[in-house]
């Protein structure tokens, strides 16, 4: 199989499987979607979304943020992942946009990043959430996916090489999209460990799951 034809079997795949595939996280404003990734750094969904409401109560947009302090804001992000950081981290990135980019979050990766807690992943999931640009942003998930159904070659071991190589072959007006099929496929099925390859449709192009089963572990999937 080319690797033209593996793209087409896996988008044709998620298209039909997982057409309106979007974030998980919740929010209602760019604003409120930034706020949300920045804690899901190294954090589940599930629990950031248990934690905005109230903050978004308190701190109903980005001018009011960025006028709080530490000891404000911290109690309410204390049940998140490194409170600390990213209580500082918020708190910044309010006021940096409030100073420089009139209160408006920036909607291009190269501004965002300028952002305290705002890295390219991040930045990339702003921009193809809120504004659907082709940017894939990739975290564990769509790393660990890609390399699995071989979309990407083993020799891209960083996040960007990842990147560069599916935007390259997914067409651009799907990237946007492309990178919640990856993200969910790795998040409910293709896991980390014990990956759901009885349930996989895409197992029948999947180099792992070629190579558990040379390995004689099939029963895992039986």
């Known amino acids: ?121 991040t930045a990339n999931v702003i921009t193809s959430v809120v504004d659907k640009q082709p940017n894939m942003a990739v975290d564990t998930h769509v790393f660990r996916v890609s390399k699995r159904l071989a979309l990407v070659s083993q020799s891209a071991n960083t996040p960007l090489a990842v990147e560069k190589e599916l935007i390259k072959n997914i067409p651009e007006e799907m990237i946007h999209k492309a990178h919640h099929w990856l993200i969910l496929h790795g998040r409910y099925t293709c896991l980390a460990r014990n990956p759901k390859c009885d349930e996989c449709g895409l197992k029948v192009i999947c180099n792992y799951y070629k190579k558990l089963l040379k390995q004689g572990n099939q029963y895992f999937f039986l």
């Open 1 to 121: 199989m080319t690797k033209k034809e593996r793209y087409h079997f896996v988008i044709d795949y998620f298209q039909k499987h997982t057409p309106d595939a979007e974030t998980e996280l919740l929010y209602d404003s760019p604003y409120e979607l930034l706020v949300a990734v920045i804690l899901s750094a190294q954090c589940t969904d599930k629990r950031v979304n248990l934690t905005t409401p109230a903050i978004f109560k308190k701190f109903p947009d980005v001018h009011s943020l960025s006028k709080t302090n530490f000891d404000e804001l911290f109690p309410f992000i204390k049940s998140i992942s490194y409170p600390n950081n990213k209580t500082k981290h918020l708190i910044g990135m309010a006021q940096k946009v409030v100073k420089e980019f009139d209160g408006e979050i920036p909607m291009t990766v190269d501004e965002l990043i300028q952002l305290p807690g705002v890295g390219r992943k």
